[in-house]
């Protein structure tokens, strides 16, 4: 109870009164220079910018390439649709995608995000190069990009990644739709193709 009484009768700080500034002696300041020793005044107000490590940036791009090598996995060579040849007009379309965004595509009314040339590729460069664009436009939300697959002109059999282009679009699940490209866009040495955006469901 004793301590309770000495308590409650401390007095009171004022607010107002601890806001004052307090007047500092001159032998306070003496002893604040002596403290603090020689200091130099910098003459600007430029921001240092640290050189830190981009790992976050290095991390992403691992994480791409490992998504990349498991789509690339997934396009199998043992698939094989009917051999297309070189002049042959290529067209798939997922079941219940509208016929009305297969025209818009056939016509080339969707705009062409980005494209791939892989022209001059052996079939073991073509499809990690072809999985890793397909990765990167779906990371990047872009819905519609074209393949430079050519026609084969310089063999004398049928158009092997031309062929193997047509095989792989068919076993990705990005893919929606493709179909061979107008001729200003290389006709049908090359596709446009249609990619799923998201959790997109198809319409019937």
Known sequence: MVLFSHFISQ??????????????????????RETLGNITRHQH?????????????????????HEANTIADT????????????????HFMRAGLQKTVMRKLKRGQYRIG????????SVTEARPALAHFLQRAVTDDIRCVRIIH????????????????????R??????????AKKQDGGTGAVYVLLRKGNEQLQM
């Open 171 to 180: 076993q990705s699940h990005h893919v929606l739709a493709f179909c061979s």
């Open 75 to 90: 396009l199998s060579d043992g698939f094989d649709p009917h051999i297309v040849d070189a002049d042959e007009i290529l």
């Open 45 to 65: 107000d430029q921001v240092i910018h640290l050189d830190l490590p981009k790992s976050p940036i290095v991390v992403n791009k691992k994480r791409d390439q």
């Open 150 to 169: 050519g026609k084969g002109n310089n063999s004398n059999q049928q158009p092997i990644i031309k062929n193997k282009v047509n095989a792989w679009l």
């Open 114 to 121: 980005d494209e791939i040339d892989l022209h001059g590729y």
């Open 11 to 32: 007095p009171k700080l004022n607010p107002l009164s601890m806001s004052k500034k307090r007047d500092i002696s001159p032998e306070e300041r003496a002893l604040f």
